[in-house]
């Protein structure tokens, strides 16, 4: 169920919902199967679903001064994607979501988002504390950057990510610690 995959990923009380509150929240989504390097949301556009990243990952990324792309997050499985961010406040993206594998993706528009919010009113209350949590990781990634090495950065990956780290191209993952692919092949060479 989408609600308790959520729930786990932010470590938060399972109980909070009844199995049939999960299952009246899994009905306000439509599933989908996204293929590798679809845009959920390119950077200018208003995102006009919410996504949670059920099986897959997707990479959140704009471009910098020197016109390269720049990844700045990973959204991994059990969590929505940062284009809720356009999504909720109705506003133009200032960042692209692309997903990074094949995935499996559930989705909800603004209408069913209000239904699901009259459904279950404490959904929106939940929501809520996952988004300040969301941006405290955000916030933890911006004071990581500056305390700790590339290396040191990539080793928290590793533990963070998981297997998962595999798919996530090598390039992306130096544009994430903001490195070049070629310092990351050397860290990786001292490491492994």
Not at 34 to 50: A, H
Not at 82 to 89: A, D, E, G, K
Request: charged share 25%; with cysteine; glycine share 4%.
């Amino acid at each position: 169920m989408l609600l308790e995959k959520l729930l786990k990923e932010f470590n938060v009380h399972e109980n909070l919902f009844s199995t049939e509150e999960s299952r009246v929240f899994d009905q306000y989504f439509e599933q989908i199967q996204v293929p590798r390097n679809t845009f959920l949301v390119q950077e200018g556009e208003i995102e006009k679903y919410s996504y949670f990243i059920f099986k897959g990952i997707a990479r959140c990324w704009t471009l910098n001064h020197k016109g390269e792309e720049q990844v700045f997050w990973f959204c991994k499985e059990g969590t929505f994607s940062m284009s809720n961010i356009s999504f909720t406040l109705q506003q133009k993206s200032t960042f692209t979501v692309q997903t990074v594998v094949d995935s499996s993706i559930y989705r909800i528009d603004k209408e069913k988002t209000e239904q699901l919010y009259t459904a279950l009113p404490n959904v929106k209350n939940v929501f809520g504390d996952l988004t300040a949590q969301l941006l405290n990781r955000l916030l933890q990634r911006n004071i990581d950057l500056i305390k700790y090495s590339p290396e040191q950065y990539y080793l928290q990956m590793i533990h963070e990510y998981g297997i998962t780290l595999n798919y996530i191209p090598l390039k992306d993952i130096a544009s994430y610690l903001g490195i070049t692919p070629q310092a990351l092949s050397r860290i990786r060479k001292r490491i492994f």
